[in-house]
Nanobody
């Protein structure tokens, strides 16, 4: 069974940094795009950053120039380096990946359970 497990959340002061990690485990053929979303109470889950299997990234305008997404395909892991954190970055951060379990199966979207990031002012 494919699982995504996030780590690295926590409490940090405004202006500080955190690094999130998300590792995919289980049996699968290929991981395509991976990404990070965040959700705050009363709001919809929003895309923070994504990265293609080639390594090409995309960012939300809200985090561009402060966050960096990267991946290690050998470790089936995606990272989110978050710098210059602001209180409005507070939320639960979810990892997301498009995974093909077998060579002839379609891609499915998997989600992690989330990790809390709290930025104090």
């Amino acid at each position: 069974q494919v699982q995504l497990v996030e780590s690295g959340g926590g409490l940090v002061q405004a202006g500080g940094s955190l690094r999130l990690s998300c590792a995919a485990s289980g049996s699968f053929f290929r991981i395509n795009a991976m990404g990070w979303y965040r959700q705050t109470p009363g709001k919809q889950r929003e895309l923070v950053a994504s990265i293609r299997s080639s390594g090409s990234p995309d960012y939300s305008e809200l985090v561009k120039d402060r966050f960096t997404i990267s991946r290690d395909n050998a470790k089936n892991t995606v990272y989110l380096q978050m710098n210059s954190l602001k209180p409005e970055d507070t939320g639960v951060y979810y990892c997301n990946a498009g995974i093909r379990e077998r060579i002839l199966t379609n891609e499915r979207t998997y989600w992690g359970k989330g990790t809390q990031v709290t930025v104090s002012s």
